[in-house]
């Protein structure tokens, strides 16, 4: 057993990436020989590791493959926000003085083995986990002297323990009451069985919204319209990247090459196997699985799939995806249905550098202009390309128009330590999509008030309002209409226009057509509706409701009691998580850190 482990140690690759992270972090960095480069950024003015941060990248990216520059992008910053936290926890602890004692850490061995191991062979009898199994090996000194345990074990001391010490800390405050849990079991436990009518939103006109209610909701209420992280918007141009007809030609003339080396011998499976850009079958030889009928595949493919006889191979066929070869494996009737098995050989008609490096010469020169004096636009409508604004977008975001774009969050948002920019635009930035250059047009720090950015939003806040104001008055005429209602049927269900009526059970944490999920709104319907009438109008911030009370059925004391019992539990259990989510949030928005990865990666 312990020779598997020293050799194998497979199951390293169960343990969370947020475990191995802070064991990174704070193992003996001078083992590793770490801090030979600049940071990849700071947490209020500390630094944090920049060979620490590669050395765990390549870890995550050497158990993945493929990934895109979106995907990769998202990583690193992935990353970079697990070195922040970890980095405040960490702090946290040292400033709390909390220790892992060799009992702690000798317990969690126990009761929390690392993720994984218990699906190791050598840990199980009859295909079960052997606790037992387990314990011996860990009551075996020679254990604690294998590499990754002393690592796991680094862990332990450092982060895994530590940080359970930590919440169970921070929690130390909270104390559920009896009063809290029998409020929360009541407005669950209570049932209402009701009648409701709620307006049909899109059955009413939108009501016009002037530019000074505008104004007067924005500066009646800044700070419902705050900025809660910094925002950047941009000018830009976009030239789409297709195949330029070269481009088109050239694969064709390939794909005629391969058919003629097939032709004269090459065996289909194996050209499929290491040309065929469908990853789907170009494994399996090309073939596309079993026998197949019409109009399963596109119409181009499908038509010369079905004319081949049984062995026969097409000319290159073009279709949306690109150019295919395809062979037919045979024909058969079934169900009166023709069928037939075929394999194919798909090229994808792609842009190549040379057609890439044409689009940005164009927008190079518009790069030049701007910097000798012409205006963004002006440049752009010289090189006939229309300039677009982008919409408010966060750190790591994207213009929604173009997707990802890597290097625009780093172009578009000030960084202390970034380089001095000579040029008025950003260097010519790609995707699989676009080619663009983008001018800065405006920037919005976290915290801050502008009417500019939040003027959508107030207006279809004021927009909803009055048609849900709309809505009720329409629901308050027709109450006479809907008093004639006896039994629900569809109608009754009918009988009013403009308006929805549904029968429902439902509680104060239940969701409400037209008031939402265990709403204020819900909560004041149901408190405030008189039984066996229709009651209301009750007012969201989109709708309007009519309810009318049938039943209420209010819990037993003796089941009361039962379930408060199991909600203080519930309450202290998972409570304390959510006091120290909240306290590690709270940590991390008001943490001064700088990201810099834009400096290392591309």
Do not use: C
Not at 451 to 462: D, G, S, V, Y
Not at 555 to 562: Q, V, Y
């Amino acid at each position: 057993m312990l020779t598997w482990i020293s050799e194998n140690a497979k199951w390293v690759i169960y343990i969370s990436i947020a475990g191995i992270a802070a064991g990174l972090l704070f193992m003996d960095m001078s083992s590793l020989q770490i801090d030979k480069r600049p940071p990849v950024g700071t947490v209020n003015g500390e630094k944090l590791s920049n060979d620490l941060f590669d050395i765990r990248l390549r870890q995550i990216q050497s158990q993945q493959s493929g990934l895109s520059n979106e995907q990769a992008f998202q990583l690193r910053e992935n990353l970079f926000k697990s070195f922040v936290q970890q980095h405040l926890i960490q702090k946290l602890i040292a400033n709390a003085k909390i220790k892992a004692s060799v009992y702690e850490m000798s317990k969690d061995l126990r009761n929390d083995p690392p993720q994984g191991i218990d699906r190791e062979p050598s840990f199980q009898t009859d295909g079960v986990f052997d606790f037992a199994k387990y314990e011996a090996w860990l009551s075996n000194p020679e254990t604690y002297n294998i590499p990754f345990m002393m690592e796991y074990e680094n862990i332990l001391k450092t982060a895994k323990i530590p940080e359970k010490q930590l919440r169970v800390f921070i929690s130390a405050g909270l104390q559920p009451s009896t009063l809290e849990a029998k409020y929360r079991v009541l407005n669950r436990e209570t049932k209402f069985e009701l009648l409701s009518a709620q307006g049909k939103p899109n059955s009413f006109e939108d009501i016009s919204v002037s530019q000074g209610s505008i104004d007067s909701l924005f500066k009646a209420e800044p700070d419902s319209f705050y900025v809660a992280e910094d925002l950047a918007k941009v000018n830009y141009v976009a030239i789409p990247i297709a195949p330029s007809e070269k481009d088109v030609e050239s694969t064709f003339e390939y794909a005629k090459m391969l058919l003629a080396q097939i032709r004269e011998g090459a065996d289909f499976a194996d050209i499929a196997r290491n040309s065929s850009e469908d990853p789907g079958s170009a494994a399996q030889g090309g073939e596309l699985g079993d026998y197949t009928p019409h109009g399963t595949w596109v119409a181009e493919f499908d038509s010369v799939a079905f004319a081949l006889d049984s062995g026969k191979i097409s000319e290159p066929v073009r279709s949306q995806f690109g150019y295919h070869i395809i062979q037919s494996l045979g024909k058969r009737i079934e169900n009166d249905e023709e069928q037939v098995k075929a394999r194919h050989i798909l090229l994808v008609v792609n842009a190549t550098s040379e057609t890439i490096d044409s689009l940005e010469a164009i927008l190079n020169e518009v790069k030049t202009d701007v910097d000798n004096g012409k205006s963004f636009e002006e440049a752009a409508k010289a090189k006939n390309l229309t300039p677009q604004n982008s919409n408010w977008f966060k750190r790591g975001g994207e213009v929604s128009e173009l997707g990802h774009i890597s290097g625009l969050s780093s172009y578009a948002f000030f960084n202390p330590l970034r380089p001095k920019e000579d040029s008025k635009t950003s260097e010519i930035l790609q995707n699989p999509k676009w080619v663009a250059l983008f001018e800065k047009a405006g920037n919005l720090a976290a915290g801050s008030r502008s009417e500019e950015f939040a003027k959508t939003k107030i207006e279809q806040n004021l927009k909803s309002k009055a048609k849900a104001v709309a809505i009720a008055d329409y629901l308050k005429a027709n109450t006479s209409k809907l008093s004639e209602i006896t039994v629900l049927d569809s109608a009754s269900k009918n009988i009013l226009e403009k308006a929805s009526i549904d029968s429902l059970s439902v509680s104060f944490e239940s969701y409400l057509p037209g008031l939402g999920y265990a709403t204020p709104e819900v909560y004041n319907a149901l408190s405030t509706a008189k039984e066996g009438t229709w009651s209301g109008p009750y007012i969201s911030t989109q709708n309007a409701v009519l309810i009318k009370i049938l039943k209420k059925t209010v819990p037993s004391e003796e089941a009361l009691s039962t379930t408060i019992t199991d909600e203080l539990s519930m309450n202290w259990q998972y409570g304390s998580f959510g006091v120290f989510d909240d306290y590690m949030h709270n940590m991390e928005a008001s943490a001064n850190f700088v990201n810099i990865l834009f400096l290392y990666y591309k």
